[in-house]
């Protein structure tokens, strides 16, 4: 086995190497002038089943053609197996068309990994679950929610929770966490959404006064939604409102939104690179994903079971 990182997110990809206990494959994936991404490997990795780290965050198009041109260089010296392991699948909110003459782009996302030689995607809370199926090879979709509970009742006594979806959209994901919270309550935000990024709470669905509410979702990206539904939460009587997100994309002035916010605290995992600003940020924490990763990998190479690590 061996594992290949990208440029995407490097201290994911040593941390999951540190978990695994080995190396990262030596290799250069760098930028001639006219920035074309050039690709080599300088380990032997004929026979061997590679595993390449590689987010497709921003700048997404440059680090999905890391990834392409390292599954190919990968596939032309004769690797046995290459598994794309994505911690955060860039382009995965394009996956239905919204209106007329608009693409499907994270299907044809899925169409360039498989056609570049992947033999199988491993990836980090999709968007939605459906995009397992746009791949034609094996896909294994990890959750964060384990590691997002564990964090939660390790900084609380499990008293007073309730675990608040910030659209409908997302009352699977909230119902799974609350569940590992003992089963604690759910609410739900209402929302319309008039254009993308942007959206307008309507009202809360569930009694959330007194409550100290664990708001759930998947990506943050402008942060606006997050927002409006933690204030929305404190105007209807929350106690605070705390925030997990899989995937920190914080564009535009995301941080500066939410550290001025009503959130008390935003937790993101390391699927994507956190910026400085974001480090920097008194209202954001980081929590690491690679332990996780590393134990899906370890157990895809063993050919056992990874579903098993959700039960």
């Known amino acids: 086995m061996k594992i290949l990182a990208g440029n995407s997110n490097l201290p994911l990809a040593r941390a999951i190497a540190g ?3 080995m190396p990262l494959t030596q290799a250069d994936v760098r930028r001639f ?3 074309e991404v050039f690709v080599e490997i300088h380990e032997n990795v004929r026979g061997e089943d590679v ?4 987010s497709t965050s921003f700048p997404a198009n440059d680090n999905l053609m890391e990834l392409l041109i390292c599954i190919d260089a990968l596939r032309r010296a004769s690797a046995k197996r290459i598994t794309a392991v994505l911690p955060y699948f860039g382009y995965a909110r394009q996956d239905r068309k919204p209106g007329p003459r608009t693409p499907i782009s994270a299907k044809l996302v899925a169409n360039l ?10 990836a980090v809370d999709l968007h939605a679950g459906q995009i397992q199926g746009f791949f034609d090879i094996p896909t294994d979709n990890l959750y964060a929610a384990p590691v997002m509970a564990a ?3 390790a900084r609380s006594s499990g008293q007073g929770l309730m675990v608040v979806s910030p659209d409908v959209g997302g009352v699977v994901r909230a119902r799974a966490l609350a569940k590992r919270l003992n089963n604690a309550p759910l609410a739900i935000v209402d929302k319309r959404r008039d254009k993308p990024g942007s959206s307008e709470v309507m009202n809360i669905i569930g009694d959330v006064s007194g409550q100290h509410c664990i708001l759930i979702d ?3 990206d402008s942060g606006g939604t997050l927002v409006n539904a933690a204030q929305a939460l404190i105007d209807d009587g929350a106690a605070s ?3 997990y997100l899989s995937h920190g994309v914080l564009s535009g002035k995301a941080v500066e939104r939410v550290t001025t916010s009503a959130l008390k605290e935003l937790v993101i995992t390391d699927t994507i690179q956190a910026t400085e600003e974001a480090l920097a940020s008194p209202r954001i924490r980081v929590l690491s994903i690679a332990p996780l990763i590393g134990e899906a990998i370890h157990r895809i190479a063993e050919e ?3 579903s098993s690590l959700f039960d």
């Open 33 to 35: 002038a006219d920035e």
């Open 241 to 243: 409102v705390t925030a």
């Open 19 to 21: 978990y695994l206990e």
């Open 151 to 153: 964090d939660i009742l």
């Open 218 to 220: 998947d990506i943050i």
């Open 304 to 306: 056992s079971s990874v």
């Open 51 to 54: 595993f390449v780290v590689q």
């Open 113 to 122: 990994i498989t056609t570049a030689g992947a033999d199988r995607v491993l």
